[in-house]
């Protein structure tokens, strides 16, 4: 089985920054897509950024210049550097990572638990 644990929301000021890890332990042989999404009160979950294995990345328009997605994978570590936050970037975070278990199988994907990012103005 695989496991993921997030860490590093928290309550910031607007302005202000933050970083989000997400780390995978568990059977793991290779791990593809590595994702955050968020979610906030009465709306649906989105993309907000995501890497590729070889490293393309993809942002969300709206936090372009001000995100940026990271991974080690070493660690089987995906991380988010949040700086110029803004009070609509409060949601919760989720990570998500598409994780082959053995050689030859097919990636499944998995959800962190989700961590509260909270932006005050």
């Known amino acids: 089985q695989v496991q993921l644990v997030e860490s590093g929301g928290g309550l910031v000021q607007a302005g202000g920054s933050l970083r989000l890890s997400c780390a995978a332990s568990?059977?793991?042989?290779?791990?593809?897509?590595m994702g955050w999404y968020r979610q906030a009160p009465g709306k649906q979950r989105e993309l907000v950024a995501s890497?590729?294995?070889?490293?393309?990345?993809q942002y969300a328009d709206s936090v372009k210049g001000r995100f940026t997605i990271s991974r080690d994978n070493t660690k089987n570590t995906v991380y988010l550097q949040m700086n110029s936050l803004k009070s609509e970037d409060t949601a919760n975070y989720y990570c998500?990572?598409?994780?082959?278990?053995?050689?030859?199988?097919?990636?499944?994907?998995?959800w962190g638990q989700g961590t509260q990012v909270t932006v005050s103005s």
């Open positions: 890497i590729t294995s070889d490293g393309r990345l």
């Open positions: 998500k990572l598409d994780i082959q278990s053995v050689w030859g199988s097919y990636a499944n994907e998995y």
């Open positions: 568990g059977r793991i042989f290779r791990i593809n897509n």
